[in-house]
Structure formats: structure tokens, C-alpha cells
T-cell receptor, first 113, second 110 residues
Framework: NAGVTQTPKFRVLKTGQSMTLLCAQD?????MYWYRQDPGMGLRLIHY???????AKGEVPDGYNVSRLKKQNFLLGLESAAPSQTSVYFC????????????FGPGTRLTVT | GQNIDQPTEMTATEGAIVQINCTYQ??????LFWYQQHAGEAPTFLSY????GLEEKGRFSSFLSRSKGYSYLLLKELQMKDSASYLC???????????FGDGTTLTVKP
């Protein structure tokens, strides 16, 4: 099993450009999450999904959109990138019941200039 | 809302014991996680406490007191590879969301 994978690993964008980050998991998990992590800080929840076709806002949703068209994929979109969105983005997934720990992908390091 | 506090940095010596504290004030509580994150890597799960008391798992133990809004992670027989950031996270009752603290960066010195 690959676990949770993220594409791409690194990206540099110019202000105003758009991009989509892809998260994929092969563990048949119901719940998926997108976080951002800034230097010296913890993880802040951007958006999350409790199942295919559902999404909800987290703590810091502004400037981002998400979609969960397939259970195994969770996409994070930046419509018009800003320097404040320079960060490391982590995707995570977990089971709906039982084990509540989240499994994290390796992260995407995004720089907006 | 959720407010989680952890010390920013700690230093300890190889072979020693270190305790990393976490205090929280939350509007709801379903459990508390500890994750380990090495520099440049993803967080990995260490422990999950739902009830009061101590949970031991090898060299790592985690303690919870729900009435005091307090938890700690205890690392014994420290090794150099334990140098990492340790994140405390509180699980909310709705939709399985967790709120993370800013993490404690532990440096283990020879």
C-alpha cells in the first residue's frame, strides 16, 4: 500500500496563478483533510471531507476550494495564488470509526512569488 | 473554539527522560493525540488518549487529565533520533476534526 500520496512535491507559482494539489489514499478511508503548516507553527485545517461528494470548511478556508469526486482523491485548488499562501500543504486521511489517528501524506512545498 | 498551548522548544540529553506538556481549553473534547514530526517530514501518530490516566507504549507514554485540560508526553531513554517536533492535537466531537498546537521542538544532545 502506498498510503497517502501527494502531487506535486514542490511548486513555485507567481501571484495570481492557479493550481491544483492532488491527494490520493489507498486505504479506503472515509475522512480526508487538507492542512497548511507555516514555519514554527502547527497544522491549520483548510478544508475537510467526511465522504465522497462532501466537503466542509476548516479554520482557514479563504482562497482555497476543494473537491472529493472519488473516495480515494481529495483535490485542493488555489484560484488566484497570493504570497500569503506560501506554505507546506499536508493531506491526511482516517477511518470513520475505530482508529482515529490521521495518516499524512509527504507534503507539498508551495512558494508564491 | 479550541486553544492549545505547548512549550516552543525543549532540550534534553541522550539517555535522559523528558516530559512535554500540553494544556487545552476547548468547547468540546473527544480525545487527545500526540504526533511526532521530523524536520521536513510528515507528522506520524504516537498516541491517543480518551480517558484519564497514563498510556504506555515502549519508550513513550502519554498522560491525560480531562478535568485539568492537561496532557503530557513522556519520552524515556532519549535517543538522538527523538529530535523532532511533537504536536499535541485535540479531537473535536463533530466530524472528527482535530485542532493542533504549534508543536514543541525537542533537541536531544549527546
Amino acid at each position: 500500500n502506498a498510503g497517502v500520496t501527494q502531487t506535486p512535491k514542490f511548486r513555485v507559482l507567481k501571484t495570481g496563478q492557479s493550481m491544483t494539489l492532488l491527494c490520493a489514499q489507498d486505504m479506503n478511508h472515509e475522512y480526508m483533510y487538507w492542512y497548511r503548516q507555516d514555519p514554527g507553527m502547527g497544522l491549520r485545517l483548510i478544508h475537510y471531507s467526511v465522504g465522497e461528494g462532501t466537503t466542509a470548511k476548516g479554520e482557514v478556508p479563504d482562497g482555497y476550494n476543494v473537491s472529493r469526486l472519488k473516495k480515494q482523491n481529495f483535490l485542493l485548488g488555489l484560484e488566484s495564488a497570493a504570497p500569503s499562501q506560501t506554505s507546506v500543504y499536508f493531506c491526511a486521511s482516517r477511518q470513520a470509526t475505530g482508529g482515529y489517528e490521521q495518516y499524512f501524506g509527504p507534503g507539498t512545498r508551495l512558494t508564491v512569488t | 473554539g479550541q486553544n492549545i498551548d505547548q512549550p516552543t522548544e525543549m532540550t534534553a540529553t541522550e539517555g535522559a527522560i523528558v516530559q512535554i506538556n500540553c494544556t487545552y481549553q476547548t468547547s468540546g473534547f473527544n480525545g487527545l493525540f500526540w504526533y511526532q514530526q521530523h524536520a521536513g517530514e510528515a507528522p506520524t501518530f504516537l498516541s491517543y488518549n480518551v480517558l484519564d490516566g497514563l498510556e504506555e507504549k515502549g519508550r513513550f507514554s502519554s498522560f491525560l487529565s480531562r478535568s485539568k485540560g492537561y496532557s503530557y508526553l513522556l519520552l524515556k531513554e532519549l535517543q538522538m533520533k527523538d529530535s523532532a517536533s511533537y504536536l499535541c492535537a485535540v479531537r473535536a466531537p463533530n466530524a472528527g476534526k482535530s485542532t493542533f498546537g504549534d508543536g514543541t521542538t525537542l533537541t536531544v544532545k549527546p
